[in-house]
T-cell receptor, first 116, second 112 residues
Framework: DARVTQTPRHKVTEMGQEVTMRCQPILGHNTVFWYRQTMMQGLELLAYFRNRAPLDDSGMPKDRFSAEMPDATLATLKIQPSEPRDSAVYFC??????????????FGPGTRLTVT | RKEVEQDPGPFNVPEGATVAFNCTYSNSASQSFFWYRQDCRKEPKLLMSVYSSGNEDGRFTAQLNRASQYISLLIRDSKLSDSATYLCVVNMFDTGRRALTFGSGTRLQVQP
């Protein structure tokens, strides 16, 4: 049963520290999404990639967030420096998109980030 | 107006009841639609895609009304295990940020 994996599952850090979250998409999927979920804002799209190329990262605060896909099996989301308002659950999702296909997305278990 | 709107609920229903949720979307060019289910402190999970002709999966039926720009989810014979938040997703193919929009979810609580 193929799944999206994310590490770490939980992260507690102090304000100003760098945080790196990792995601392994389902093998064969060509699209990867990063979301953030809070009680107040719900599920927000931060960035997404197709075939490892960034298609849209307009949802990310550019000064502190960065997302990359160094290879097809790894996506990273980095926050530097972290702030308390970044505390949230960060989900990675992957999907397969081609001509005529739709965005069915499969989510990882999330990284629960707390910045103190 | 939000791009995707859902009644947050909660919908409190007894076991065995039939319950329906609606989700409205603002972009008439939206092309694909889904329902996801999210349990407390878990990730969203794909429940079903929504096709123009409507589709059914067991106790779940999804409908799309393009003229009125809404999708619906009907749950028949509800079970305690159906208690969750139901998210609708409206996608416009390949147009950047607006392509992937989740509603804020409708919470369902099925009671014994």
């Amino acid at each position: 049963d193929a799944r999206v994996t994310q590490t770490p599952r939980h992260k507690v850090t102090e304000m100003g520290q760098e945080v790196t979250m990792r995601c392994q998409p389902i093998l064969g999927h060509n699209t990867v999404f990063w979301y953030r979920q809070t009680m107040m804002q719900g599920l927000e799209l931060l960035a997404y990639f197709r075939n490892r190329a960034p298609l849209d990262d307009s949802g990310m605060p550019k000064d502190r967030f960065s997302a990359e896909m160094p290879d097809a099996t790894l996506a990273t989301l980095k926050i530097q420096p972290s702030e308390p308002r970044d505390s949230a659950v960060y989900f990675c999702a992957s999907g397969s998109v081609g001509a005529g296909r739709t965005y069915e997305q499969y989510f990882g278990p999330g990284t629960r980030l707390t910045v103190t | 107006r939000k791009e995707v709107e859902q009644d947050p609920g909660p919908f409190n229903v007894p076991e065995g009841a039939t319950v329906a949720f609606n989700c409205t979307y603002s972009n008439s060019a939206s092309q694909s639609f889904f329902w996801y289910r999210q349990d407390c402190r878990k990730e969203p999970k794909l429940l079903m895609s929504v096709y123009s002709s409507g589709n059914e999966d067991g106790r779940f039926t999804a409908q799309l009304n393009r003229a009125s720009q809404y999708i619906s989810l009907l749950i028949r014979d509800s079970k305690l295990s159906d208690s969750a938040t139901y998210l609708c997703v409206v996608n416009m193919f390949d147009t950047g940020r607006r392509a992937l929009t989740f509603g804020s979810g409708t919470r369902l609580q099925v009671q014994p």
